[in-house]
């Protein structure tokens, strides 16, 4: 029986638990073997599901609240003084799960919930001995949680295990929301929902209230009304981490599976939600050839649209779209002879991006992350290869939830410009729920340009498992269409991991053939196979000033489809967690890298081809970013390509809390190969305001001599309603050594929702 089937059946006490529920030429033989597991593993697998399924979903006793009908209004306020929370029973029986995962608190928590016919209302009292120690480091919507002393709710509204949405906030009254994925395997901070909270410091602690829109929530109704739902706290001076349903260390907040239920007395109604958000722009431009200078002027409006067709389906449309008040992209330096990769920042790409995520690399989240490929990648709609926007005229979106499905279909139509010719972009996803926390779906891309014959599409089908809590195997198979470009035109990939908090190994396997082109996607490299296997281990001492220890090594290899080796990248590092949050780090990293035609490091430095064995080492730190100054630094010393590479990171931030934050970047590379030689650093200064939680200013400068390029980038933001922002932003792009070239920009944007 599932957990929240468990949750119906169960009564209804906020205190008594439910029932359980070497790189050679060709290390051919070594890269063979593993192929041949891994192939034979891909038959076992599906026996293996069988016999391990209906132990997956044995889970430990979960916790139960009762939700109370307000009867009296509530001000909010974040005092908890009205009567109505007097009513209110409390629960209070947290538990650690750091720095002891598992033991009582330090500090007490009570947590109230109500609700009326509209709103779902959580009032908490977090006690502290040391009041004048709580941390308030930032105000600013979206905030860093890990800088703060912060209290969140997450909550599963259609109590499936599955989807999920969490809000948080601090001592200062900041916001931030989080939508999650698949037991929160796919995480989307970006996701912006209606709230409302407040909080206030005391002699003894400190209280918030969050109040919750049910429109907000989406969930179905039901006679007897159940959800998911969990509290965490974090106590940042002791970077104590509280949970009120224990999530192990090793998921994050959104491991729904495990959370308790929120049970209510009387029937609620998730209600109509429709969202009209209409936006007006006025852009002054100003470009500066040397030649001359001209001005350009242009005001526009359009309109954003949100309707909620069900429970758990949303329709969004928008039309002439912009996104002007997005913030620039940080510079980075490329040394390599595969593209940068730049992250999606577009509120219409980012709200639901998660449900339209193809294929996955477990457990990889860190800065040696890669893609092998990625079917859909939403950057390639409405900007140019060198990151410049083109026009979208609209486009429309439904996403969401229909029984034991998970739906997304996107259609976008971009406009012809002078940089790009017009084209139109639809992708189809869809995911069926199957055993106790896995899905198998698909996947449609389409890319139509303007003339006949003109298209790119890309198709493909996967399979996400997740086991015991701790085992998790994917897997996908896709194709792509191009004309001219037939046969060899297909990706697989198998992979697995297991991660207990202690122990984590993983593998993968993915082949890529030499045609594989999706165009509205990701695919660095072509006619390869890709062999990867991860260890680490997580040893805790019992205690003292290191919180964690943290062994692991990595190992990527890249062939062709002989299995000739044409790239080894393998990472060997330890690492170490303070009690502070700090860390410290040092790593081995030797590489190889067979080039079988030069390429182009820079335009008079040549790579000829050839072999190259290389060895990198490397040590950072990372101190406390809670206090007031906090820095970073980051030492490389590698061979490369024949020659020697020295990069030097280093990264100061002054914190005057709550709300000024001054940080300084810089990052040095200097490489000496047989061709020639080049320094290239990267400057950068950011500056952030927080006038209040609602209204905030940033200021961000970027200086880059591999390019001459200096960026600037100036923002004011006031959120006057829910959703609603006025902004207006200064842009400037100009280069070093007397270069005239020059363009600046003055934004104004003002959007406002109107919700029925």
């Not at 994925?181 to 410091?201: E, M």
């Not at 907000?216 to 959800?227: G, I, K, S, V, W």
């Not at 192990?248 to 049970?263: E, K, T």
Request: aromatic share 12%.
């Amino acid at each position: 029986m599932s957990r929240h089937r468990r949750r119906r059946a169960t009564k209804r006490s906020t205190t008594t638990p439910l029932r359980p529920k070497g790189c050679g030429a060709a290390p051919a033989t070594n890269i063979t073997v593993f192929r041949k597991v891994s192939t034979k593993l891909i038959w076992i697998l599906p026996l293996w599901v069988l016999l391990i399924a209906e132990s997956a979903l044995i889970a430990s006793p979960q916790k139960a609240v009762l939700a109370h009908w307000r009867e009296t209004p509530i001000t909010i306020d974040g005092q908890l003084d009205e009567p109505a929370w007097a009513v209110a029973e409390p629960v209070w029986d947290f538990v650690q799960v750091e720095p002891r995962e598992g033991d009582p608190p330090t500090e007490r928590t009570e947590v109230r919930v109500m609700f009326d016919d509209e709103m779902l209302y959580i009032g908490v009292y977090l006690y502290d001995s040391a009041p004048d120690q709580i941390l308030t480091n930032d105000l600013q919507r979206d905030f860093d949680t890990h800088e703060s002393d912060i209290f969140g709710v997450i909550i599963d509204a259609f109590n499936n295990d599955r989807a999920s949405v969490s809000f948080f906030t601090n001592p200062g009254g900041a916001k931030q929301d989080t939508q999650a994925l698949s037991d929160g395997r796919y995480l989307n901070p970006s996701w912006d929902g209606i709230w409302y909270t407040a909080s206030r410091v005391h002699e003894d602690g400190w209280s918030c209230e969050i109040v919750i829109p049910f429109t907000t929530l989406r969930f179905e109704a039901q006679e007897q009304q159940t959800m998911g739902i969990n509290f965490k706290r974090r106590i940042r001076r002791k970077n104590e981490d509280l949970y009120w349903s224990l999530v192990p260390r090793q998921f994050n907040s959104h491991h729904v599976s495990v959370i308790g239920d929120l049970l209510f007395d009387r029937e609620i109604r998730p209600g109509r939600n429709l969202q009209l958000k209409p936006f007006l722009t006025a852009n002054l431009t100003q470009v500066d050839m040397g030649s001359g200078t001209s001005n350009d002027f242009s005001p526009e409006g359009g309109l954003d649209v949100k309707y909620s067709l069900t429970s758990g389906l949303t329709l969004d449309g928008t039309y002439n779209t912009d996104f002007s008040q997005v913030e620039v992209d940080t510079a980075q330096i490329n040394l390599t002879r595969f593209n940068l990769f730049f992250p999606e920042k577009r509120d219409f790409f980012l709200e639901n991006a998660n449900l339209f995520q193809f294929g996955e690399i477990p457990g990889e989240r860190g800065p040696r992350r890669t893609e092998e490929t990625q079917l859909f990648f939403s950057r390639h709609i409405g900007l140019s290869s060198s990151g410049q926007p083109l026009p979208l005229l609209g486009g429309a979106r439904l996403s969401g939830r229909v029984g034991h499905f998970g739906l997304g279909l996107l259609n976008i139509q971009q406009e012809e410009s002078d940089e790009a010719p017009s084209n139109n972009f639809t992708v189809m996803r869809l995911r069926y729920d199957v055993l106790g926390n896995s899905d198998v779906g698909a996947i449609f891309v389409d890319r139509e340009g303007g003339d006949p014959g003109d298209y790119n599409r890309s198709y493909g089908v996967d399979a996400n498992f997740q086991f015991f809590q701790n085992l998790t195997l994917n897997s996908y198979l896709a194709r792509t269409q191009t004309p001219g470009d037939e046969g060899e035109d297909f990706v697989s990939k198998i992979s697995g991991q297991w991660s207990d908090g202690f122990l984590q190994v993983r593998g993968l396997f993915t082949e890529i053939g030499e045609n594989f082109n999706p165009e509205v996607g990701l695919a660095p490299r072509r006619g390869v196979r890709v062999y990867q296997y991860h260890f680490d281990l997580r040893p805790r001492p019992a205690g003292g000033f290191i919180r964690e220890f943290h062994p692991h090594s990595n190992t990527k290899y890249y062939t062709d489809r002989n299995n000739i080796t044409l790239t080894k990248d393998s990472h060997h590092a330890l690492s170490i967690t303070f009690a502070d949050r700090s860390t410290f780090e040092v790593s081995h990293n030797p590489q190889f890298e067979r080039l079988r035609v030069p390429f182009q490091l820079r335009e008079d430095i040549t790579i000829p081809a050839g072999d190259y064995h290389f060895n990198e080492f490397k040590t950072q730190y990372t101190s406390d970013r809670s206090q007031l100054l906090s820095g970073s630094f980051n030492l490389e010393k590698a061979g490369f390509f024949g020659g020697n590479r020295t990069s030097v990171s280093l990264s100061g931030t002054l914190l005057v809390k709550p709300r000024l934050s001054a940080k300084v970047d810089y990052k040095y590379n200097f490489v000496d190969v047989e061709a020639g030689s080049f320094r290239a650093d990267l400057y950068a200064f950011r500056l952030h305001y927080s006038f209040s939680p609602r209204m905030f200013a940033d200021l961000f400068i970027q200086y880059n001599t591999d390019s001459g390029k200096i960026l600037t980038n100036a923002r004011f933001n006031l959120i006057h309603r829910p959703l609603s922002d006025i902004t207006l932003v200064f842009t400037e792009e100009r280069f070093s050594g007397g270069a005239t070239d020059m363009t600046r920009a003055v934004i104004f944007k003002y959007t406002h929702l109107l919700q029925f």
